[in-house]
């Protein structure tokens, strides 16, 4: 009888482990273990890459909001951004969003350097001052292969001297 009921309690035990984790890791994927009130700003990227829902918005290294929503434009065919921001934080209007990776390859994510004008962007304003993501596949491949239109000039060049 001992038996089953200390069973019983270790499986109680660990199945409010699991809740817990379960519940910890809901929380940290749809970023809402933000403190404190935010707001919405929008930013227009030409190249988004690799910057999905949920995606951090740092500032001088620390997370200070999440990205909420990445869209197309059908338009002008950009990439626009809404990021949720603590609001604590008061950005000035002349604000610069970038995308950024941490590491080499690793995940990426929206810098904010803030700028230096007095007023500050209300909710629902949009950052104009963006930088798009850096595609290093066309950058490596850039070095390994140098570029092709170098290639064909210097060849039209050389026809040019050689006649």
């Known amino acids: 009888m001992k038996n089953t009921k200390l069973e019983l309690l270790v499986g109680l035990f660990v199945l409010l482990g699991i809740a817990a984790i379960a519940c910890l890791t809901l929380k940290i994927g ?3 273990l933000l403190h404190g009130d ?3 700003v929008e930013s227009r990227f030409a190249n988004a890459g690799g910057l999905h829902d949920g995606s951090s918005v740092m500032m001088s290294g620390v997370t200070v909001g999440r990205v909420e929503t990445v869209r197309m434009e059908p338009s002008d065919f950009s990439a626009i951004v809404t990021l949720r921001i603590l609001s604590a934080l008061h950005l000035p209007t002349d604000s610069m969003a970038s995308v950024k990776t941490s590491g080499l390859i690793g995940d990426k994510y929206v810098a904010i350097s803030p700028g230096a004008d007095e007023t500050t962007m ?3 304003e949009r950052i104009t001052l963006t930088e798009s ?5 066309s950058l490596i491949g850039k070095m390994a292969f140098g570029s092709v239109d170098k290639g064909e000039n210097s060849k039209e060049k050389n026809k040019g001297t050689n006649q």
């Open 122 to 124: 209300k909710p629902g």
């Open 30 to 32: 749809s970023g809402s």
């Open 38 to 40: 935010t707001y919405v």
């Open 133 to 137: 993501a850096v595609d290093l596949e």
